[in-house]
T-cell receptor
Framework: GESVGLHLPTLSVQEGDNSIINCAYSNSASDYFIWYKQESGKGPQFIIDIRSNMDKRQGQRVTVLLNKTVKHLSLQIAATQPGDSAVYFCANYNQGGKLIFGQGTELSVKP | SQTIHQWPATLVQPVGSPLSLECTVEGTSNPNLYWYRQAAGRGLQLLFYSVGIGQISSEVPQNLSASRPQDRQFILSSKKLLLSDSGFYLC????????????FGNGTRLTVT
């Protein structure tokens, strides 16, 4: 079946270091991927998206990389700050048009 | 710009009582609307979605129902709450474009006692 999963449930980084959060997907027909950030007690917040005709997309301090060959995408956060501490989800739409989320990676930033 | 509002932010209800959670979207028309539930452990489960007024699709059989009485209003209801209905309920919207992200409200924390 279709799934979107994350490699690690938690990630701890030092403030100022770069963070890399990984995600694997199973549906090779997926053509659009989204990353969300969810802080405690709040709804998921859209960070960045990427279409399958791209390998890389950059935002403010964030970069998403897409490797369609191995069905893997990653979110890179540069110069991680305490405010980046949150749970990060990757998501994509399944063939039925429904947004499927991974289980999330909790990012902790150590001062 | 578009905004989404959910209320209440927190709710404590006894078992067997009714439920009504409301969500409204501003700044857009004919959005797709969604209700998700997030249990402890972070996974988001799609409960209902709607592509137009009066059109509701249910993803999982359960004790809840949804309604869309107006274009930008989405309501989640229950006639009798169960303990297992406790969770974090999130409303979301997106435009009609095929590849566009969902935008979420800030959720309602429901505790059934």
């Amino acid at each position: 079946g279709e799934s979107v999963g994350l490699h690690l449930p938690t990630l701890s980084v030092q403030e100022g270091d770069n963070s890399i959060i990984n995600c694997a997907y199973s549906n090779s027909a997926s053509d659009y991927f989204i990353w969300y950030k969810q802080e405690s007690g709040k709804g998921p917040q859209f960070i960045i998206d990427i279409r399958s005709n791209m390998d890389k997309r950059q935002g403010q301090r964030v970069t998403v990389l897409l490797n369609k060959t191995v069905k893997h995408l990653s979110l890179q956060i540069a110069a991680t700050q305490p405010g980046d501490s949150a749970v990060y989800f990757c998501a994509n739409y399944n063939q039925g048009g429904k947004l499927i989320f991974g289980q999330g990676t909790e990012l902790s930033v150590k001062p | 710009s578009q905004t989404i509002h959910q209320w209440p932010a927190t709710l404590v209800q006894p078992v067997g009582s009714p439920l009504s959670l409301e969500c409204t979207v501003e700044g857009t028309s004919n959005p797709n609307l969604y209700w998700y539930r997030q249990a402890a452990g972070r996974g988001l489960q799609l409960l209902f979605y709607s592509v137009g007024i009066g059109q509701i699709s249910s993803e999982v059989p359960q004790n809840l129902s949804a309604s869309r009485p107006q274009d930008r209003q989405f309501i989640l209801s229950s006639k009798k709450l169960l303990l297992s209905d406790s969770g974090f309920y999130l409303c979301a919207w997106r435009g009609q474009g095929r590849n566009s992200p969902l935008h979420f409200g800030n959720g309602t924390r429901l505790t059934v006692t």
